[in-house]
C-alpha cells in the first residue's frame, strides 16, 4: 500500500511539472507573440511612397469632434472586448488633410464619403465646407461625393464639391431642424417626486422637462428665432452651391407628396429633377468613374486610394513652438464642464485649468487659443477655468476664444476672460443664466407607507433629505445663492464686453443666440473661422511672420504615462483578433451605456445636494445642440 501511494506521488508530481512547465511556456510564448507584434508595427511605422494619380478618400465617420474622446486605456479596452471605440472624426485632421492633398502632386482627386457621418454641429460643418472649396480653388483637382443615402449634414458637405452622385435606389433626407423633448412632469407626479427648480433666467430652459408638460412660450420664442436662423443659413448655402433658386428648398420639402407622387414615388429621380444631385450610379459605375479620375490598383481591381487615417502620415506636424521659433499655445475644451479631473471628451475644472497654466508657463508659446464646444455645466468648475485664462492675460500672453458648435451658458462663461471672442455664424452661445434642481419623493414616501423621523441640533442639519418636504427656508438660501451666481456671471460678461449688467441681463436670462445674433448683440466681437482666432492671436502676439506663413501651433493635451503611451501604440498596432481573443480569454464585461443627459444631471445635482454642496450644485448648462 505504502508503494502504491509512493508511485501515485511520483506520478502526481511529474504531471503537475508537466501542466506547470505547458503553462509557462504557453505565457512566454504569448508574451513573445506580442513583443514580435509590437515590434513589427513599429519598424514599420514609416509611411510607403504614394503612387501617382492617387485619390484621397475622405471617409467621415461618427461624429465630427475637436478631440478624440477617452484615454489610451478605454480605447484598449474597448476594441479588446470587441465593441470598439465610438466613431469620431477629429475636425482638424480633415483640415489639415485637405490642405496637405491641395499642395501634394500624387493625389488627383478627392472622394467625400458622408455615409457614416452622424453628428456635427453647424461651425464644424462650415470648416470642413470652407476647406473643400479651398482645396478646389487652389488646386483645380476634382473633388466628388457618392452616397447610398444622404443624410441632412452629410448633404450640406456635398453640396460644397463639384460632383454629387447618389445610388438609384438612394435619397437625400432635407427634413429641417428642431427637436422633440420628453416632458416628466406628469409621470414624476404619479410616482410622487417633485423636482424644485431654482433659477435665474426667464429663457433658462434647461430643467423645463421636470416641471411642465410642454415647452414654455419663451422657449419656443428663443428656439423658434435660433432655429429659423440656423435653418435659412443652411439652406442658403446648399442654394448658392448648387446654384438653385433662393427657397427652392423650403418649396420643395413643401410640395414633397406631390413631387414625389410625380416621379412615382421615385426619391433618387425626385433629387436629380431637383439638382439636388449631379448623377445616379451604381457602386460599380462610380469606381469606374473613380478609375478615371484617377487610376486603377490592379491589386484591388479598384481606384487608386488612401484613406484619411492613413494619408494623416504624410501630413506635415507643425510641432511644437521652440525657443527659435515661438508659436502659438491651442487648448481645447470639448463637453460637459463637471469639476475635478476628466479625460479628453469632457472639461474638468482643474485638469482644464492645468492646461492653460501649462501653456502659459511654456516661454515658446506667446499666446493661447481657446477653442470652445461646450453646453456649459458646473458654475464653479467654469469659474476655476476663466480664473486661470484671466491669470494668462495678466502674465502678459493674449487669450483668443474660438467658439465652434456650441459655446453656451458655462461654454459662454469661460471664454469671457480673452482677448477676442470670434465665433461662427451657425454657434450657438449665450445662454447666461444658472439653475439648480432639488428633487425631493415626499409623495413617493407616502405610497409606499414609509416615514421618517430623527432630532438634529438646527433645521439645516440634514436640510436637504429627499425623502422629506424641501424647507422653505432652504430653498430661499439656495435661491439666494444661485441669484448671486447670476450677478457675478452678468458682471464678469459686462466687464468683458465693457458693458453693465443691466445691458447685460438684456440679453441674457438664459436666451440662447446664434453667433451672428451674438454679434449683434455685443456678445462676440466678431464672426470668423478657427484660423481666423489663430491669425488674431498671432497678431496680439506680435509673431515676426513673414508674408503668407502661418504661426506654429502646439496643442497643449495632458502628458501621457508610460503606460498610457504603451497602450496607445498597442492600440495602434495590434491586430483586432488578437485584441478580441485577449478580451475573451479576460472575460472582460461591456460598460453600461451611458445615461440620457437630463436624467443625468438631474441626478448629478441630486448627489451634490443630498452632500451640502448647493453652490457648486448650481448649473450653468444649456439643454441645447447644434442641429
Not at 489610451?72 to 477629429?90: F, I, N, Y
Not at 504661426?551 to 483586432?576: F, G, K, M, N, Q
Request: hydrophobic share 45%; charged share 25%; aromatic share 6%.
Amino acid at each position: 500500500m505504502k508503494s502504491l501511494f509512493s508511485k501515485l506521488g511520483w506520478l502526481f508530481s511529474k504531471a503537475w511539472w508537466l501542466l506547470d512547465g505547458t503553462r509557462r511556456a504557453l505565457m512566454n510564448l504569448f508574451v513573445l507573440l506580442l513583443i514580435v507584434v509590437f515590434v513589427a508595427a513599429l519598424l514599420a511605422r514609416g509611411p510607403k511612397p504614394l503612387a501617382d494619380r492617387t485619390t484621397l478618400v475622405l471617409k467621415l465617420d461618427g461624429n465630427l469632434v475637436e478631440q478624440f474622446s477617452g484615454s489610451p486605456r478605454e480605447q484598449l479596452m474597448a476594441q479588446a472586448e470587441g465593441r470598439g471605440v465610438p466613431k469620431q472624426t477629429r475636425l482638424r485632421d480633415v483640415l489639415a488633410a485637405l490642405d496637405t492633398a491641395a499642395r501634394d502632386d500624387k493625389i488627383a482627386a478627392v472622394l467625400l464619403d458622408v455615409e457614416e457621418l452622424q453628428g456635427a454641429g453647424q461651425a464644424g460643418l462650415h470648416e470642413v465646407a470652407a476647406a473643400l472649396q479651398r482645396f478646389r480653388k487652389a488646386s483645380g483637382k476634382p473633388v466628388l461625393t457618392y452616397a447610398d443615402n444622404y443624410s441632412q449634414r452629410g448633404y450640406f458637405l456635398a453640396a460644397q464639391t463639384g460632383e454629387v452622385y447618389l445610388h438609384p435606389m438612394g435619397m437625400v433626407m432635407l427634413e429641417g431642424f428642431g427637436r422633440w423633448r420628453t416632458y416628466y412632469k406628469d409621470a414624476l407626479d404619479r410616482l410622487g417626486v417633485t423636482a424644485h427648480v431654482l433659477k435665474v433666467g426667464t429663457y433658462k430652459s434647461f430643467a423645463e422637462p421636470y416641471t411642465a408638460t410642454g415647452p414654455s412660450p419663451a422657449t419656443q420664442e428663443a428656439e423658434g428665432l435660433v432655429y429659423g436662423e440656423l435653418w435659412s443659413g443652411f439652406t442658403g448655402s446648399i442654394e448658392a452651391a448648387r446654384k438653385l433658386d433662393a427657397g427652392s428648398i423650403a418649396r420643395g420639402i413643401d410640395e414633397l407628396p406631390q413631387r414625389l407622387a410625380a416621379v412615382q414615388g421615385d426619391p433618387a429621380r425626385l433629387a436629380l429633377q431637383a439638382r439636388l444631385v449631379d448623377g445616379l450610379k451604381t457602386r460599380d459605375q462610380m469606381r469606374e468613374l473613380l478609375i478615371a479620375k484617377g487610376a486603377k490598383d490592379e491589386q484591388s481591381k479598384s481606384f487608386r486610394q488612401v484613406s484619411l487615417a492613413d494619408y494623416m502620415a504624410y501630413v506635415k506636424d507643425g510641432g511644437a513652438p521652440s525657443k527659435l521659433q515661438p508659436g502659438l499655445g491651442i487648448v481645447v475644451a470639448e463637453g460637459e464642464i463637471v469639476d475635478g479631473d476628466v479625460g479628453p471628451g469632457r472639461i474638468g475644472g482643474d485638469s482644464t485649468a492645468r492646461l492653460i497654466r501649462k501653456a502659459r508657463e511654456d516661454d515658446a508659446i506667446k499666446a493661447v487659443v481657446l477653442r470652445v464646444n461646450s453646453p456649459g455645466g458646473s458654475a464653479f468648475a467654469s469659474e476655476v477655468i476663466r480664473r486661470e485664462l484671466e491669470l494668462t492675460r495678466q502674465a502678459g500672453k493674449p487669450v483668443v476664444v474660438s467658439m465652434g458648435d456650441v459655446a453656451a451658458s458655462g461654454g459662454y462663461w469661460i471664454s469671457m476672460s480673452s482677448d477676442a471672442v470670434i465665433a461662427d455664424a451657425g454657434t450657438i452661445t449665450g445662454s447666461i443664466g444658472v439653475f439648480g434642481i432639488l428633487p425631493t419623493a415626499e409623495g413617493l414616501m407616502d405610497k409606499l407607507s414609509l416615514h421618517t423621523g430623527g432630532v438634529t441640533t438646527t433645521w439645516l442639519a440634514g436640510g436637504y433629505d429627499p425623502r422629506r418636504p424641501l424647507d422653505p427656508r432652504l430653498k430661499a438660501a439656495v435661491q439666494s445663492g444661485i441669484d448671486n451666481i447670476y450677478a457675478r456671471f452678468t458682471t464678469l460678461a459686462a466687464q468683458a464686453r465693457k458693458s453693465t449688467p443691466e445691458k447685460i441681463d438684456t440679453v441674457a436670462q438664459g436666451r440662447i443666440w446664434t453667433g451672428a445674433q451674438a454679434k449683434e448683440r455685443g456678445l462676440v466681437d466678431r464672426i470668423g473661422s478657427f484660423d481666423d482666432a489663430v491669425q488674431a492671436a498671432a497678431k496680439l502676439a506680435r509673431l515676426d511672420l513673414k508674408a503668407g506663413e502661418k504661426p506654429r501651433l502646439s496643442y497643449v493635451e495632458r502628458d501621457l504615462s508610460r503606460s498610457e503611451r504603451l497602450l496607445a501604440s498597442l492600440s495602434d498596432t495590434l491586430a483586432p483578433s488578437l485584441l478580441q481573443s485577449l478580451g475573451a480569454s479576460l472575460g472582460l464585461e461591456a460598460l453600461p451605456a451611458p445615461v440620457a443627459e437630463e436624467l443625468s444631471t438631474l441626478k448629478a445635482l441630486a448627489k451634490l445636494s443630498a452632500q451640502g454642496h448647493w453652490e457648486r450644485a448650481a448649473a450653468v448648462h444649456c439643454l441645447c445642440a447644434a442641429p
